[in-house]
């Protein structure tokens, strides 16, 4: 693992062994959907669910009415959303490991990549406080059977589905982020990775935010370039553009000097993109992920 994805790793398992104090004892291997972070806010009778403006809401727990700035049932929901999710990006990383193997179409190798990308970039956030979630309908119906608050017709008549959310004072409050939560997602994951680099006078780390910064490399318009506008890309042509990716992904040490030797200067919507953000980002979520249930198995023994 390169340097820079050990600084992410690091820096999410310090936000996580945090989290691990407050919450106590969780049973990694016992995760369902029932330990999520979404099926807590609709269903925990200890967490309150306050509409605070016509876009955003809040959730938080309360101690003798008054709002608990560790909140044990936030931290434990926090925490098993994360082991889940990084559970899901290893998955999409080995299926696109054994896809690479069976010489598929690069197209849809590049699709896959992407969404392995995708789902790291959702933990990378995750725990450094820009928390991603959507409702379907009835979630929402079942948000508004448990909400409250003097904005609650404002908020439930906007039709909003899409979120981000963040600690403040002991609550996680959540703000609507309209109908594009990839490009929000991508979006909030440059600000995380500058927050975590900042210190850091590492030229690599430079060109990780050089090309999250620019629009010409957007993972997301990568991923619709291929997998919707460009249906010649499944086949030769695809092949010829995006014959250095395929050389990248699965390999995160070359995907790593790929991106130093070219100095962060790649070309508009280059493919390789998708191999240097998934092999760092996947590579530092599965890190994260280990170490802190290591941290879950010391607390268990002591």
């Known amino acids: 693992m390169n340097r820079c994805a050990e600084v992410l790793a690091t820096a999410c398992t310090s936000k996580l062994a945090s989290l691990i104090r407050v919450a106590g004892g969780i049973e990694f291997d016992k995760l369902t959907f029932n330990s999520s972070l979404k099926y807590a806010?609709?269903?925990?009778?200890?967490?309150?669910?306050r509409i605070s403006a016509s876009s955003s809401f809040e959730v938080f727990e309360l101690a003798g009415g008054i709002v608990r700035n560790d909140s044990p049932a936030l931290a434990a929901a926090r925490v098993s959303d994360?082991?889940?999710?990084a559970q899901r990006v290893k998955c999409q990383y080995d299926t696109l490991v054994n896809m690479k193997n069976s010489s598929p179409s690069t197209a849809w190798l590049l699709v896959?990549?992407?969404y392995c990308a995708f789902f790291a970039c959702i933990e990378l956030n995750k725990i450094n406080?820009?928390?991603?979630?959507?409702?379907?309908?009835?979630?929402?119906?079942?948000?508004a059977a448990k909400a409250a608050g003097d904005h609650y017709s404002?908020?439930?008549?906007?039709?909003?589905?899409n979120f981000v959310g963040r600690i403040h004072a002991g609550k996680l409050v959540f703000e609507a982020v309209g109908?594009?939560?990839?490009?929000?997602?991508w979006q909030n994951a440059l600000y995380v990775i500058r927050n975590i680099f900042n210190g850091y006078d590492w030229v690599d780390a430079k060109y990780y935010i050089s090309v999250m910064e620019k629009e010409i490399y957007s993972p997301s318009a990568i991923r619709n370039e291929w997998n919707y506008k460009r249906v010649d890309y499944y086949g030769p042509i695809g092949e010829t553009r995006a014959s250095d990716f395929k050389k990248l992904v699965g390999n995160p040490k070359a995907a790593h000097l790929f991106l130093c030797q070219r100095?962060?200067?790649?070309?508009d919507l280059d493919p390789c993109v998708i191999a240097v953000l998934?092999?760092?980002?996947?590579?530092a979520i599965g890190q994260a992920s280990q170490r802190s249930k290591q941290i879950l198995k010391s607390l268990a023994s002591n």
């Open 179 to 185: 109908t594009r939560p990839h490009v929000a997602a």
């Open 154 to 161: 404002a908020f439930f008549g906007a039709g909003h589905t």
């Open 278 to 283: 998934c092999e760092t980002l996947a590579g």
């Open 112 to 114: 896959t990549a992407y």
């Open 82 to 85: 994360f082991f889940m999710g």
């Open 41 to 49: 806010i609709l269903n925990d009778p200890s967490l309150v669910v």
């Open 129 to 143: 406080d820009k928390s991603s979630t959507s409702f379907t309908k009835r979630e929402l119906d079942m948000l």
């Open 263 to 267: 100095r962060g200067l790649l070309c």
